[in-house]
Structure formats: C-alpha cells, structure tokens
C-alpha cells in the first residue's frame, strides 16, 4: 500500500485515445488528442487484484490517484468487479477546469459518482460481454453496443481486456461521464469550467425549457474558449439579434440521442434549425515515446469533438472547441 500511494501521488495525464500499433511489451503512453475511435492494440498485464493490474500498467496513474481521493482503494480489492478503466490520456482530453470541478467537489460525492459509474458488479470477461444494459455501483446504467466486432460503452470504444483476480479491467480511452440531470443541468453543473457563456445564452434566448424538455437531443456545445475565439462583432451582432441568436443555437443541436459509434464518414445531420451539419471522420497517424499510434478524429463541419458522448437524462453533449457557424 505505500508502493500504491507513492505511485499514485505522483498521477499526471499524457496518453490518447489511440491505437498502439507496436508489439512491445510494455505499454507505452501517448499524448492527449481530440476524437478518438480505435484501441489500443496491447493488452494490459495481469498483475494481481484490478487495483494492482491498473497500477502495474502505468497507463491508469490518474485513475488510481482519483480512486485514493474517493477512498475507493479497499472497495477495489473486493468485488468480483468489471472496470471500464480510462488511461491517462482519458483524463487528458478533459477540460482541466471540469477534471478540477469533479475532483474538488467539497463533500467528494461526484468524485466518487463518477469512478462509480466505470464499475459494474461482477466480472465480465471479454467472451461474455454483449449488447445490452449494465448497472454501475453509482446505480445507473451503460449502454452497451456492438459495431462490427467492436463493443463501446455509452459511445465509447471498449478496448482489450485482462483477467485479475477479482474480475476484469478494460482500457478505457475516454472518461464516461455519468448523467448528472438533463442537457440544461448538465451545462449548468459545468456552467464555470466550459460553458458559462453558451448557458447565458441559451438562458437568452429562451430555450431552456426546449433543452429540459424530454427529447431526446443531441448537442454539439461548443465551451466557452470556442466563444472567445470569435470576433466581438460577430458576437456582438448575434447576441442583439433574438432571431438570429436563435437560429445559431439551434443549428448545434439535432433531435435523437447520437453518440459517436452512430456516426459515420460524409453523415448529414440535420438540426433543429432546419440546416445540415456534416460528419467527416478522418485518422491521424501520430509517434509518442517512439511509438507510432493512430487515431479517429470526428470533425462537425470541420471542427473537432473534444470531449465525447457526455450523457444527459435527455439526451447527449458533445464538447466542441469551436462554434459552429450556420451556412449563408
């Protein structure tokens, strides 16, 4: 248990969602990135308890200090457990302002909520996992899906998996965030790390009842650094006219629940403004640590997914860096 705190106080995030195409092995980290939609290749080590497996494979450091901060640690070693496990660079792709509000919630329930929502009772090895619902230790549910011979979780590529000795960890690319309310509570609980100016604005222009209302929807919102990159006066001429303030908020959002195992290459969405946005998925070919990766990366109309498949009660939020501009 020293080892494990002198290990975990030192956690830092530097690895991707990304496909690691060599054949060492050790696992080697790679750098945070937007997008994401394939594995890591490699298999993690089996190394005792999904405590011990997680810390000896040096890619789950965040999530073991994050588990210390919970006072998870002895809860860990119980179990049979299966851990959809994120890897550092998991973490990484998050806004550092909403990993801090998570982490810094004052009585630490959210912290533990959201490890919570990463674990289900019993151990499901890869041969059992199928389509289906999964209820977390948090209480509520994962959606599992199926795409061809690839599993995701809530939208979220499901990566290889290895036997402890209390059940099974899998390699997580991405954090699954848990929904904490619907889409407008959601933004609203994020409202001072990422989207203080697009929840102002949505207050504006009276939507709100729209985006609490049962849906479901899909928004693509952009946070509030996509905002401070356009000129003042084309902020200033949106915000002083309702109708056309209107019309930019509803052209980031699409009626139904898509997360991003649903989208595909050249895919039209057509928004509640009337007005299509286009999907365009391309990969990126990237070398870390010597190590050459590759990576999806989802693009709307150009721009891409920061943070993905962010569940609501009533649907699903996309993180974009960048505003999405409707045509003429």
């Known amino acids: 248990m020293l080892g494990f705190f002198a290990i975990t106080a030192a956690a830092c995030s530097n690895d991707t969602n990304d496909a690691v195409t060599t054949t060492a092995a050790a696992v080697t980290d790679g750098t945070g990135g937007a997008g994401g939609g394939t594995?890591?290749?490699e298999t993690p080590l089996p190394m005792g308890d999904i405590v011990a497996t997680a810390l000896t494979n040096h890619m789950f450091t965040e999530l073991a200090g994050l588990a210390v901060d919970a006072g998870l640690v002895d809860a860990?070693?119980?179990?049979?457990?299966?851990?959809?496990?994120?890897?550092?660079?998991a973490f990484a792709k998050l806004p550092v302002d909403m990993l801090h509000l998570v982490q810094d919630a004052s009585d630490g329930a959210l912290l533990a909520t959201v490890l919570k929502h990463h674990i289900v009772d019993g151990a499901i090895s890869p041969d059992q996992l199928a389509a289906g619902e999964l209820t977390t230790l948090a209480g509520d549910k994962l959606t599992v899906t199926k795409v061809g011979d690839a599993f995701y979780v809530d939208g979220n590529l499901v990566g290889p998996g290895v036997e402890a000795t209390n059940g099974?960890?899998?390699?997580?690319?991405?954090?699954?965030?848990p929904a904490i309310g619907d889409i407008v509570d959601t933004a609203v609980a994020f409202k001072d790390c990422c989207f203080g100016t697009l929840v102002a604005l949505v207050t504006k222009a009276g939507l709100v009842d729209t985006l609490k209302s049962?849906?479901?929807?899909?928004?693509?919102?952009?946070?509030?650094?996509?905002?401070?990159?356009?000129?003042?006066?084309?902020?200033?001429?949106?915000t002083t006219n309702m109708a056309l303030l209107t019309t930019v908020l509803t052209h980031h959002v699409v009626a139904g629940k898509i997360t991003l195992d649903q989208l595909t290459d050249g895919q039209k969405l057509t928004t509640v403004a009337g007005d299509t946005l286009t999907v365009t998925i391309t990969e990126e070919t990237v070398t870390v640590n010597g190590v050459q990766t590759t990576r999806k990366?989802?693009?709307?109309?150009?721009?891409?997914?920061?943070?993905?498949?962010?569940?609501?009660?009533?649907?699903?939020?996309?993180?974009?860096?960048?505003?999405l501009v409707p045509k003429g």
Not at 76 to 89: E, I, K, M, Q, S
Not at 168 to 177: E, G, K, R
Not at 214 to 231: E, H, I, M, N
Request: charged letters at 10%.
């Open 39 to 41: 594995a890591t290749t």
């Open 297 to 323: 990366v989802y693009n709307i109309d150009g721009n891409p997914i920061l943070v993905q498949n962010v569940q609501a009660t009533n649907g699903v939020i996309h993180v974009m860096g960048a505003v």
């Open 168 to 177: 099974f960890v899998y390699i997580m690319n991405d954090v699954l965030v």
């Open 76 to 89: 860990l070693r119980g179990g049979p457990f299966t851990v959809f496990a994120p890897t550092d660079g």
């Open 214 to 238: 049962a849906g479901p929807f899909t928004v693509f919102a952009p946070a509030d650094a996509g905002f401070k990159a356009l000129p003042a006066a084309t902020v200033t001429a949106v």
